[in-house]
């Protein structure tokens, strides 16, 4: 190989190895009410938020997605939402690793119907778990012809999680879809971005701009190119985070 060749093969490896390294593994932010709420990021679509000594987790897997999470190795967990049945976000063995006696464990009416626990909740239910921590669930669906098979309108959830005022929205799998007009100050959003399941990225877009988060977190992305995220929402006053959730 030409030596040329072989010091832009080598810069280019470097230069993935140190964006991976930089890709920071988790974020913090502060409540309205002083409190600190630190999102760890695991996987795909797998998020694990740590509030007040409690530890919330939001579809997670071990190896139904690459790479493999030894759960055992997690907080118990205080708090599990499950936005659909789909494997690369419920799975049924990772699950009752993080059970603990008391964990209360949230799901659209499949899983539970599948996890023979928890509280199902649909689209519009909503929880009051203490008087600092409320959960709602909101639509999440395809809307393209042909892919609405994906996930049906009606059957999977999308959550916002509000802790001590801060609120966070997952949107699991969902495009665009017009309930997200509905959806108000958000501080913290996590949209999906990986067609044909999801959305485009300029779906993605269209949904940023129009739910205008504070901070947005595209996930789910598997190769979707998201740096163009960053880029085409340049001066929209919305703080895009590119962390790893191929």
């Not at 795909?44 to 997605?65: C, F, Q």
């Not at 059957?155 to 799998?173: C, K, S, T």
């Not at 085409?232 to 895009?240: E, P, T």
Request: charged share 20%; aromatic share 8%.
């Amino acid at each position: 190989m030409h030596k040329l060749q072989t010091v832009a093969i080598t810069a280019i490896l470097l230069l993935a190895a140190v964006a991976a390294k930089a890709a920071p593994k988790s974020d913090t932010f502060q409540t309205p009410g002083g409190k600190t709420v630190t999102i760890n990021h695991i996987k795909h679509a797998s998020i694990h938020i740590e509030y007040d000594g409690r530890h919330i987790y939001i579809d997670p897997v071990a190896a139904t997605v690459e790479p493999f999470t030894d759960v055992s190795l997690l907080p118990k967990a205080s708090i599990m939402l499950i936005t659909h049945e789909h494997q690369d976000h419920y799975d049924p063995i990772a699950v009752p690793q993080m059970w603990i006696t008391n964990t209360a464990f949230y799901a659209n009416p499949t899983v539970t119907s599948k996890a023979h626990r928890g509280i199902p909740m649909n689209n519009g239910d909503s929880i009051i778990f203490s008087n600092d921590i409320k959960i709602w669930a909101v639509p999440a669906y395809n809307t393209t012809p042909g892919r609405e098979k994906f996930h049906p309108k009606g059957r999977d959830n999308g959550y916002i999680l509000q802790l001590d005022g801060l609120r966070i929205y997952i949107a699991g799998d969902t495009e665009d879809i017009p309930e997200m007009e509905q959806l108000k100050d958000i501080d913290i959003a996590f949209l999906p971005c990986n067609q044909p399941y999801t959305m485009t990225i300029d779906q993605l877009i269209k949904a940023a701009t129009t739910i205008k988060p504070r901070v947005l977190f595209p996930y789910h992305y598997s190769d979707t190119p998201v740096q163009q995220i960053r880029m085409k929402l340049a001066g929209s006053g919305i703080d895009v985070r590119i962390r790893d959730y191929k």
